[in-house]
């Protein structure tokens, strides 16, 4: 079985890191909730599916996945905004910033 929704998890939990007071809804449960709230709580759900087997959207989902992906996409966010601070030895000259 082949998916792309450990990518996708990496993308929200990237967006939750740049916007987290932007407010997301499931489409079944449309009741916005901050970014920084539900993407937590959704990835505890992933990891409580994972761990008991027990799953809310069927059988045959790839928990694990979802959530090495949301780790990837918060090591990635990480080591960006690592690179896109200017460094101090790049941006001082002559003691002036």
């Given at each position: ?11 929200l ?6 916007y987290?007071?932007?407010k997301l ?21 992933d ?9 809310l959207?069927g059988?045959n ?14 090591l990635?966010m ?20």
């Amino acid at each position: 079985m082949l998916g792309a929704s450990g990518a996708i998890y990496g993308v929200l939990v990237a967006f939750g890191l740049l916007y987290p007071n932007a407010k997301l809804s499931l489409m079944f449960v449309p009741v916005p909730v901050a970014a920084k709230y539900f993407i937590p709580a959704i990835l505890l759900l992933d990891l409580f599916s994972g761990v008991t087997g027990f799953s809310l959207f069927g059988g045959n989902i790839a928990h694990y996945a979802h959530l090495g992906g949301a780790a990837i996409g918060f090591l990635l966010m990480q080591i960006w905004r690592k690179r896109s601070q200017p460094s101090r030895e790049r941006t001082m000259t002559d003691g002036k910033w």
